[in-house]
Nanobody, 114 residues
Framework: VQLQAYGGGLVQPGGSLRLSCAASRSIAGSVAVGWYRQAPGKQRELVARITGGRYTNYVGSVKGRFTISRDNAKNTVYLQMNSLKPEDTAVYYC?????????WGQGTQVTVSS
């Protein structure tokens, strides 16, 4: 299974980006899909996760600013990021969880800077 994450880039504080993660395998049967991030010198952390039943959870620092969604027909998961802050700077990774396996994408860089 391959996960292709894209949509990262350089954005000014207060700006928006939309990340996409396209899977080579159907995500309709996945337990959950999610976005994680890793900043330099820090551990990878969960940003947002959405289950097959559309239940979502977010890390506290992004609540109200980020929205995760999934399109099972396109095998794609999205992360809409608004009101970006410098502390959101990190490499963002997507992850799909199936009952018997977990897959990670290659990451996309998000840099928030003026």
């Amino acid at each position: 299974v391959q996960l292709q994450a894209y949509g990262g880039g350089l954005v000014q504080p207060g700006g928006s980006l939309r990340l996409s993660c396209a899977a080579s395998r159907s995500i309709a049967g996945s337990v959950a899909v999610g976005w994680y991030r890793q900043a330099p010198g820090k551990q990878r952390e969960l940003v947002a996760r959405i289950t097959g039943g559309r239940y979502t959870n977010y890390v506290g620092s992004v609540k109200g600013r980020f929205t995760i969604s999934r399109d099972n027909a396109k095998n794609t998961v999205y992360l809409q990021m608004n009101s970006l802050k410098p502390e959101d700077t990190a490499v963002y990774y997507c992850k799909t969880e199936y009952s018997n396996a977990v897959y990670w994408g290659q990451g996309t860089q998000v840099t928030v800077s003026s």
